[in-house]
């Protein structure tokens, strides 16, 4: 019996001991539905269907990341409960200023001594009592429990400045690895640039070994700096990928995404400020100063309400109710009062918290001064660093430039035979180090106006 097969072009081949004997029918059916089962393309539509896709592209500038990072950060989603939860509390301080309002039912069956005990003592029931009762209690005026409030409510305001100090913090922090991450990619530019420079130079210096007029010296000393940049771009390319990792980090999106960065590292104008002029704008527009008073103010009302506590407080009770031995006997009793309660005398209780208050006050009030100090740091710091690292990106440029033409002689040099490649090799170095630089340079300076556009409060603005 024939043994029918396929070929690589699914074609069925029949291959008969016998010439001239049929396969049966359902042979053929099968050896024909195998081989087209067996076609490279077949399914490959469905195949490809299942197959994980490739990962979306995000386009993303620095505005969009620290955008995101405020949207997404699970520590500024925590300072927002903070806010609801000052709410919370202010409105529980509120309670205690509406009147209060509550009610009883209560159902009993009791025995009653009657007599004396020295005559004939009796005792009398039992009898069923029942009774309904609605109380109603209003503070009227007490001056503790006014500023109490407006405690509560001035922790909201803090607790708001807090989150929005957070988010700022937020913002300047994804900022920074947003160039972090741009100095990493500009780093692998520059070695890409590197490596093909090498490429360039090894070339020169076989086809000058061909030529007779450099040695295997020379070649090989090409090769080894080749090979040196290929790892620096490996390192450069690494660090790249990890700066892009931190970057999604920072803004809490899916680590399945890849990033594209559309912003680039450059040197812009900035306008001239003097010290007075900045640090006007950062006491006017820095969240920190703003928080800190708000908090001296907390501490002022905690205190007041405190010692407030020695003034007299009037509050207003009633209730009224049904009372009787069977429901539908019941009888209508009420009950109107008016308390004014005098402080006198708790131990001294009261005066050990008034006395932690207004430690309390004090140390908000050396806190303040601590965060001028510290907004007058980092604006000071902010300046001096963008006025120096304008100089430095001058100074990088000029420094490549000439490193450039120091590498352009030195090929020409060893292309006529009059040095080997050492000088070569040493000019490349300057280059890298030339590039370096630069990039060291323009990450210094926007780094540093993004510094003083936080130290300014001004992040929005950037």
């Given at each position: 019996m024939g043994i029918p097969h396929c070929a690589n072009n699914g074609q069925v081949i029949h291959r008969s001991r016998q010439s001239g004997r049929?396969?049966?029918?359902?042979?053929?059916?099968?050896?024909?539905?195998?081989?087209?089962?067996?076609?490279?393309?077949?399914?490959?539509?469905?195949?490809?269907?299942?197959?994980?896709?490739e990962a979306p592209v995000l386009k993303l500038s620095l505005r969009e990341a620290m955008d995101a990072a405020v949207n997404e950060n699970p520590t500024v989603r925590l300072f927002q409960e903070r806010i609801r939860q000052a709410q919370d509390v202010a409105n529980t301080q509120l309670g205690e200023l509406l009147p209060n309002l509550s009610g009883t039912v209560s159902g009993a069956r009791r025995r009653f001594f009657t007599g004396s005990f020295g005559g004939s003592p009796t005792v009398v029931g039992p009898k069923d009592f029942y009774e309904a009762r609605a109380f109603l209690t209003q503070n009227i005026f007490s001056l503790s429990l006014i500023q109490k409030w407006k405690a509560a409510k001035a922790g909201v305001d803090v607790a708001g400045l807090d989150a929005e100090v957070t988010?700022?913090?937020?913002?300047?922090?994804?900022?920074?690895?947003?160039?972090?991450?741009?100095?990493?990619q500009a780093a692998v530019v520059a070695r890409t640039a590197d490596v093909v420079l090498n490429k360039e130079l090894l070339r020169l210096a076989t086809e000058r070994k061909a030529a007779g007029m450099a040695t295997s010296l020379d070649v090989t000393r090409a090769k080894v700096q080749l090979e040196n940049e290929k790892q620096r771009f490996l390192v450069a390319e690494n660090q790249r990928d990890r700066a892009k990792l931190n970057l999604i980090r920072s803004m809490g999106l899916s680590f399945d995404v890849r990033l594209e960065l559309t912003d680039e590292m450059k040197l812009v104008h900035v306008s001239e400020q003097s010290i007075v002029e900045a640090l006007q704008v950062a006491n006017e527009n820095r969240t920190e100063l703003q928080v800190q008073k708000r908090r001296e103010r907390l501490a002022s009302l905690t205190l007041s309400s405190v010692t407030n506590e020695r003034v007299p407080s009037i509050q207003a009770l009633g209730d009224v109710g049904l009372i009787g031995n069977q429901i539908p006997n019941a009888l209508t009793t009420d009950n109107v009062q008016v308390l004014m309660?005098?402080?006198?005398?708790?131990?001294?209780?009261?005066?050990?918290?008034?006395?932690?208050?207004?430690?309390?006050?004090?140390?908000?009030?050396?806190?303040?001064?601590?965060?001028?100090?510290?907004?007058?740091?980092?604006?000071?710091?902010?300046?001096?660093?963008?006025?120096?690292?304008?100089?430095?990106?001058?100074?990088?440029?000029?420094?490549?430039?000439?490193?450039?033409?120091?590498?352009?002689?030195?090929?020409?040099?060893?292309?006529?035979?009059?040095?080997?490649?050492?000088?070569?090799?040493?000019?490349?170095?300057?280059?890298?180090?030339?590039?370096?630089?630069?990039?060291?340079?323009?990450?210094?300076?926007?780094?540093?106006?993004?510094?003083?556009?936080?130290a300014q409060g001004q992040l929005d603005k950037l």
């Amino acid at each position: 019996m024939g043994i029918p097969h396929c070929a690589n072009n699914g074609q069925v081949i029949h291959r008969s001991r016998q010439s001239g004997r049929r396969l049966g029918a359902r042979t053929w059916v099968l050896t024909v539905l195998f081989c087209v089962l067996a076609q490279p393309g077949f399914g490959a539509t469905d195949e490809r269907s299942i197959l994980p896709t490739e990962a979306p592209v995000l386009k993303l500038s620095l505005r969009e990341a620290m955008d995101a990072a405020v949207n997404e950060n699970p520590t500024v989603r925590l300072f927002q409960e903070r806010i609801r939860q000052a709410q919370d509390v202010a409105n529980t301080q509120l309670g205690e200023l509406l009147p209060n309002l509550s009610g009883t039912v209560s159902g009993a069956r009791r025995r009653f001594f009657t007599g004396s005990f020295g005559g004939s003592p009796t005792v009398v029931g039992p009898k069923d009592f029942y009774e309904a009762r609605a109380f109603l209690t209003q503070n009227i005026f007490s001056l503790s429990l006014i500023q109490k409030w407006k405690a509560a409510k001035a922790g909201v305001d803090v607790a708001g400045l807090d989150a929005e100090v957070t988010k700022r913090d937020t913002m300047a922090t994804t900022g920074l690895i947003y160039l972090e991450a741009l100095r990493a990619q500009a780093a692998v530019v520059a070695r890409t640039a590197d490596v093909v420079l090498n490429k360039e130079l090894l070339r020169l210096a076989t086809e000058r070994k061909a030529a007779g007029m450099a040695t295997s010296l020379d070649v090989t000393r090409a090769k080894v700096q080749l090979e040196n940049e290929k790892q620096r771009f490996l390192v450069a390319e690494n660090q790249r990928d990890r700066a892009k990792l931190n970057l999604i980090r920072s803004m809490g999106l899916s680590f399945d995404v890849r990033l594209e960065l559309t912003d680039e590292m450059k040197l812009v104008h900035v306008s001239e400020q003097s010290i007075v002029e900045a640090l006007q704008v950062a006491n006017e527009n820095r969240t920190e100063l703003q928080v800190q008073k708000r908090r001296e103010r907390l501490a002022s009302l905690t205190l007041s309400s405190v010692t407030n506590e020695r003034v007299p407080s009037i509050q207003a009770l009633g209730d009224v109710g049904l009372i009787g031995n069977q429901i539908p006997n019941a009888l209508t009793t009420d009950n109107v009062q008016v308390l004014m309660r005098v402080p006198i005398f708790d131990g001294g209780q009261r005066e050990g918290r008034i006395s932690e208050s207004r430690s309390k006050v004090r140390q908000e009030t050396i806190r303040t001064q601590d965060v001028q100090y510290q907004v007058t740091l980092e604006v000071r710091d902010a300046l001096l660093t963008i006025h120096s690292a304008k100089q430095q990106v001058a100074v990088a440029e000029e420094g490549l430039k000439l490193a450039l033409t120091e590498l352009e002689l030195s090929r020409e040099r060893f292309a006529v035979g009059v040095a080997t490649n050492i000088e070569v090799t040493d000019s490349q170095t300057r280059v890298a180090q030339a590039r370096d630089n630069l990039i060291e340079g323009l990450f210094t300076f926007n780094a540093s106006r993004l510094s003083l556009a936080r130290a300014q409060g001004q992040l929005d603005k950037l």
